[in-house]
């Protein structure tokens, strides 16, 4: 047998996993591109100039109170570097620990336990800030926004703070193209007649595609809220392949994305194979950390259109989800936009497996239609691509599936 390590457990424990295979199978994996860790003096540099706004520490000068809006823990961004920062320029604008809240944009996802928090923003900021989860159903603000007939409520933390910062990390996004900049408003601290409404449009088609941002409706409404609302900055980060930043982007809630959003189509540029293979495998490293999070491995498949994997193949989505299934509350059995699974359009005709240790077949049942199979043992994935295969399989494997976009 021959085998292929993959990166597995992203946020609990970043380990290896071993996938075997036939010896005599063609096996290859496409990374991306990648890039190096940044140092600190880039990170300094980041920071002291950012994108068409003055510094934090000019912004900050004059104001009593600040709100810092930040990713949660399904994106893959450590956060501790990038709010030492923050905290560093508002301290020289005359701004106190005591006047500072931490705000988790969760959507509709869950919220965030100590433990996820030291994570995700390092111990010395947890044990020193107000850091609240965002609540779709609460503590919400009207803005006199409204987009269609629904009124845009914002979580009031974040609304009544004088000075408005969002954290996000820019990766490839089915729908707005690319996540980060505005989206941590909206949906991130939005109400949930707006997220319902946001995921709506997207099913009736106000979209663009991976990697499409200019021209992308949705990204244009976003970005309009989070300007019409008063963000005053945005720090937009790129990651490696290991989770490390790659780029720091600082500035205006547009511009500093857009800066951002070209280095991320570079670092998480991916060839792919020149003729169809038999078997596709999408691992969903960096975002495999629960099941709702695992249709983000299919963007390297979707970036890449037809031609990835032939008629008769096979596209197999690999997942620790160490949490399990996870929680959305639009989605889950019950909630407002749950709908029984049905066969994804984008796949055709072509067979979907998935392989993860961690989630059962009541799990699987709540996202997956039923012609679509699980695995939670590795060596039952190869068995039965044995009994399809004789020999001479082509296999190609994308180890980060969920950064990876195909070469244009």
């Known amino acids: 047998m021959q085998k292929i390590n993959i990166p597995w457990q992203a946020w609990y424990g970043d380990e290896v996993f071993g996938l075997k295979f036939p010896k005599d199978w063609n096996v290859q994996a496409y990374k991306m591109k990648d890039a190096e860790e940044i140092g600190q003096q880039e990170l300094k540099e980041a920071f002291t100039n950012p994108i068409n706004t003055a510094t934090i520490t000019e912004m900050a000068n004059g104001k009593k109170t600040v709100a810092i809006a930040v990713e949660d823990i399904t994106r893959p961004s450590p956060l501790a570097d990038i709010l030492c920062k923050i905290i560093q320029q508002l301290q020289e604008g005359n701004i106190h620990d005591e006047d500072v809240k931490i705000i988790v944009s969760t959507g509709g996802h869950r919220p965030l336990l100590r433990d996820d928090l030291i994570k995700k923003l390092g111990k010395d900021i947890v044990e020193r800030f107000d850091i609240y989860n965002h609540n779709p159903f609460e503590n919400l603000v009207d803005t006199g926004i409204t987009l269609g007939k629904i009124p845009v409520r914002i ?23 690319f996540s980060g900049g505005g989206k941590i408003i909206l949906p991130g601290l939005s109400g949930i007649e707006l997220l319902e409404r946001s995921h709506k449009f997207v099913m009736m088609g106000l979209r663009g595609g991976i990697g499409e941002v200019e021209g992308n409706r949705f990204r244009e409404e976003v970005e309009d809220v989070a300007k019409r609302i008063g963000v005053d900055m945005g720090i937009n980060l790129v990651v490696n392949s290991k989770r490390e930043l790659a780029g720091v982007f600082v500035g205006d809630i547009v511009a500093a994305h857009r800066a951002g959003v070209q280095l991320a189509r570079t670092v998480y540029a991916t060839d792919v194979p020149s003729v169809e293979v038999d078997v596709a495998i999408l691992n969903a490293y960096p975002k495999d950390m629960e099941m709702f999070q695992i249709d983000n491995a ?61 989630i059962n077949k009541a799990d699987f049942a709540t996202l997956f239609w039923d012609g679509y199979l699980l695995f939670n043992r590795w060596d039952d994935v190869i068995e039965r691509l044995e009994s399809r295969y004789k020999k001479n399989c082509q296999v190609a494997i994308f180890p980060y599936s969920s950064l990876q976009i195909a070469k244009g």
């Open 155 to 177: 979580n009031r933390f974040f609304m009544e703070s004088e000075l408005k910062i969002v954290v996000g990390t820019i990766v490839p996004h089915a729908f707005a193209g």
């Open 298 to 358: 299919f963007g390297i498949y979707r970036s890449a259109g037809k031609g990835l994997v032939n008629d008769d193949g096979v596209v197999i989505l690999t997942s620790a989800c160490t949490l399990g299934r996870g929680y959305h509350a639009l989605f889950e059995p019950g909630m407002r936009l749950h709908k029984p699974p049905v066969k994804r359009k984008f796949l055709g005709n072509k067979e979907l497996w998935v392989y993860s240790p961690n």
